[in-house]
């Protein structure tokens, strides 16, 4: 059965740092691609990062240069170090498995159950 | 930057047919994915490809896509179903975008 599960979120400065975990079973995070989405509270869905199998990274323009993204293969984990926090950065982080169709379709089938960060003095 | 667009809300009768629509430039040349999301959960891949169904997605769910717009179609709506429907697509140059969101309530 595939199962993420999201850690690390809280409560967090203005100008701090965090790192979100994924632990993920049931598949391997090395031979997916692996993605960051968050949901501002009362609002839609964003995507945030990508980690593709290969190693290649992409990032939102809103967190690029503050947030990287990155896995442990030998324990199955894609992580999410954010930096520079900002208050607009407050939301409910989503780790998702992305699947890829041909060259043109992208979407995610499974989610994790989300992980609350609020960032506020 | 791609945008989809999406009707805040919908409202529909039990029993009855519920579309929601997804606007974007020449969406139907990209494929359209839908997500469903109950409050407090994390979302739900209910359509993919345009129109597949996902393993375990009740077949009252369909999907379409074509020119600009894509559409999720519940037939016979559940109270069940009400929950926030996101439409997502890819853009080369955007990345993966989601729709601003449809809440769905079944009065």
């Known amino acids: 059965e595939v199962q993420l599960v999201e850690s690390g979120g809280g409560l967090i400065q203005p100008g701090g740092s965090l790192r979100l975990s994924c632990a993920a079973s049931g598949f391997s995070v090395s031979n997916n691609y692996m993605s960051w989405v968050r949901q501002a509270p009362g609002k839609g869905l964003k995507w945030v990062s990508v980690i593709y199998s290969g190693g290649s990274t992409y990032y939102a323009d809103s967190v690029k240069g503050r947030f990287t993204i990155s896995r442990d293969n030998s324990k199955n984990t894609l992580y999410l170090q954010m930096n520079s926090l900002r208050a607009e950065d407050t939301a409910v982080y989503y780790c998702?498995?992305?699947?890829?169709?041909?060259?043109?379709?992208?979407?995610?089938?499974?989610w994790g159950q989300g992980i609350l960060v609020t960032v506020s003095s | 930057s791609y945008e989809l667009t999406q009707p805040p809300s919908v409202s529909v009768s039990p029993g009855q047919t519920a579309s929601i629509t997804c606007s974007g430039d020449e969406l139907g040349d990209k494929y359209a994915f839908w997500y469903q999301q109950k409050p407090g959960q994390s979302p739900v891949l209910v359509i993919y490809?345009?129109?597949k169904r996902p393993a375990g997605i009740p077949e009252r769910f369909s999907g379409s896509n074509s020119g600009n717009t894509a559409t999720l179609t519940i037939g016979g709506t559940q109270a069940m179903d009400e929950a926030d429907y996101y439409c997502q697509a890819w853009d080369s140059s955007t990345g993966v975008v989601f729709g601003g969101g449809t809440k769905l309530t079944v009065l």
């Open positions: 998702a498995r992305e699947v890829t169709v041909g060259r043109t379709g992208y979407y995610f089938d499974y």
């Open positions: 490809q345009d129109k």
